[in-house]
């Protein structure tokens, strides 16, 4: 959210409180049951919008349009670096008893076959036990989120539990 927020609008229920304010989401994205519930509440008093992709999330963020929104610290970090280096946005945690997301891919039935979707399953099967997922979680993010995504995927992860 903002940093310019008052500190009373910055948790969920000060948030929540405010008529002015407006979240945004990707409909159809799933972040937990706690917080779930808080974008069901912000739904009933029409003051969720959601965007069909995340770069347009990040940008109704940036224009203004939205206050807050859920992100992930490698989405975040890709779409705010400089606002983040300046200070313009504070990330805050709603949720931390909230360990983790399960996340899937999505395959459009119009679009992938039966059979296509099996095969995406085998690959994704294929890459995990290979090591090669773990390979480009650690290319691409910062090792303690590399280290999560991998334990959580495998308790005998590869590169975190080598402790490299």
Known sequence: MPASLPREQKDAAGFIADTNLYFGAVRGFKHGEPLDKILTVLAETQRMLYYPDVPTLFY?????RIQAMFSQPPIYRYFLADELDQGLYQLLDWAP???GTAHHLVLQRQTFSANQAEAWQQLIQQLMQQGELS???HAYLAREEACQLE???SP???LCAKGQ
């Open 151 to 153: 334990l959580a995927a």
């Open 97 to 99: 008893e909230l360990t």
């Open 156 to 158: 005998k992860a590869a």
């Open 135 to 137: 390979k480009i979680y």
């Open 60 to 64: 109704a963020l940036k224009r203004g």
